[in-house]
């Protein structure tokens, strides 16, 4: 496979040629390999921990070169931002806003119980979760999108108190983001960014409240800090910096999936941005269209870095040898262009989102589907979903035992209590069963 491109691309060659390093390197991508990284979030959740918002007010002026008097952002100027919003943009986001809020009511948990034997009921219950925080990244770019996928979900499960931190541009985030809290009804909105706002959500300062859960997505800092601080608060998932795996045959257009591929690596210079494609004209189709399509890009050279880093254009024999290396790879976005994307669906496992066919674009999905873009990524989409309304609840789960099954029961309890050496479980037991 050859082809003129103008920007190196990381992974090249045939699936089945990948020396087995370069294959774990590709399918173990975790940001928590990175020391400098993770030594960098840990000195930050320790200075946030010890010092509050005056670390924090030393982040700002850090990372984003400004000096804050007040992390937090009134409520009167999310409904400015608002007001003062394009009307075709404030149409966008609404209409995001509505079909996030109709997938995710269909996706409620509800409650169950059963009967596992006469008089004895088991059951589950879904509870709101008393207050989360939701991260929307900053840097270079507006994510009130990312504002919208964790904050509308949450207001659907019931959610009590939800808080938005993202890094100032300026003294505050951007309108957009504060539009977008405006738009899903937060509670209190601050400008707070980074390793920093993890720390702050997940342990409480001054000014920000400590929560039960962060969600959203973020940079390697941010998703390596929300991996560090899982002993004081769930997470969502391991949503780091956007990844991108399509699979594609000869039937695909290559612009296309040149395009999809560039979308996702504009993100972040370390998005992963990788197509397997059966067949040598197709990858060289491909890498052209890429060439192509690259130079007139705003973010070329964030896109370059990504594609230098993690960027890849891979040959398979078959789609099911595609599927296979999708399954070990596990990518945050999955988008299948092949003849037959409903079978090829149907044979996908671990994956965070599955776009299906080529007028299934990436881009719809991140804005205004209705599915949520925040999902796992650096392969574990083997363990981990994309946020849901059940990131937004705790299972409480209860057992009824009427009377006389409490004497049935009583004796086998009994029993395993003594196996166990545990005594005052089986009086507990029989004095339940009324046999004592």
Not at 402 to 424: C, K, N
Request: net charge neutral.
């Amino acid at each position: 496979m050859s082809a003129t491109l103008t920007v190196p691309i990381r992974y090249t060659g045939r699936v089945r040629d990948l020396a087995p390093a370069v294959y774990q390197w590709l399918c173990e991508r975790s940001t928590s390999s990175d020391p400098e990284v993770r030594q960098s979030v840990t000195l930050t959740i320790g200075d946030v921990r010890r010092r509050g918002d005056a670390a924090l007010r030393e982040l700002a002026q850090r990372y984003d070169r400004v000096s804050l008097d007040s992390l937090e952002v009134p409520r009167s100027r999310w409904m400015r931002a608002l007001d003062a919003l394009d009307a075709d943009m404030r149409h966008a986001m609404e209409r995001a806003a509505r079909n996030i809020a109709r997938a995710h009511i269909a996706m409620r948990p509800q409650a169950l119980a059963c009967e596992t034997e006469p008089g004895i009921i088991v059951g589950r219950r879904p509870d709101p979760l008393a207050r989360v925080g939701v991260y929307a990244p900053g840097g270079d770019a507006a994510y009130p999108s990312s504002v919208l996928m964790g904050a509308v979900p949450a207001r659907v499960a019931g959610v009590g108190h939800v808080v938005v931190c993202s890094p100032p541009r300026g003294r505050e985030p951007s309108p957009l983001v504060l539009a977008a809290a405006a738009i899903a009804e937060v509670d209190r909105v601050f400008a707070v960014g980074g390793a920093g706002a993890i720390a702050a959500l997940a342990y409480g300062t001054e000014s920000i409240p400590r929560v039960d859960r962060i969600v959203g997505p973020g940079n390697a800092y941010v998703t390596e800090a929300k991996l560090q601080v899982t002993g004081a608060v769930a997470i969502d998932s391991p949503a780091g910096p956007s990844e991108l795996l399509v699979i594609a045959d000869e039937s695909c257009d290559p612009r296309r999936v040149a395009w999809e591929l560039l979308a996702q690596a504009e993100h972040d210079p370390r998005a992963c941005a990788i197509a397997v494609v059966i067949g040598d004209g197709t990858a060289r189709s491909l890498t052209t269209a890429i060439g192509a399509a690259i130079g007139d890009q705003p973010r070329r050279e964030v896109i370059a870095r990504a594609l230098a880093t993690n960027g890849g254009v891979l040959v398979a024999e078959s789609v099911g040898e595609a599927i296979a290396f999708a399954a070990d790879y596990a990518p945050q976005h999955l988008l299948l262009v092949v003849e037959d994307a409903e079978s090829a669906l149907d044979r996908v496992r671990n994956a965070g989102n599955v776009f299906v066919g080529a007028t299934a674009s990436v881009s719809f999905g991140d804005y205004v589907t209705g599915a949520n873009h925040v999902s796992p990524t650096g392969g574990l989409a083997r363990s981990y979903s994309g946020l849901s309304p059940l990131d937004f609840v705790r299972w409480t789960t209860y057992q009824r035992v009427t009377a006389r099954a409490a004497a049935s029961l009583a004796p086998d309890v009994a029993t395993f209590a003594a196996g166990e050496g545990l005594p005052g479980h089986a009086i507990a037991a029989r004095s339940a069963g009324g046999l004592t």
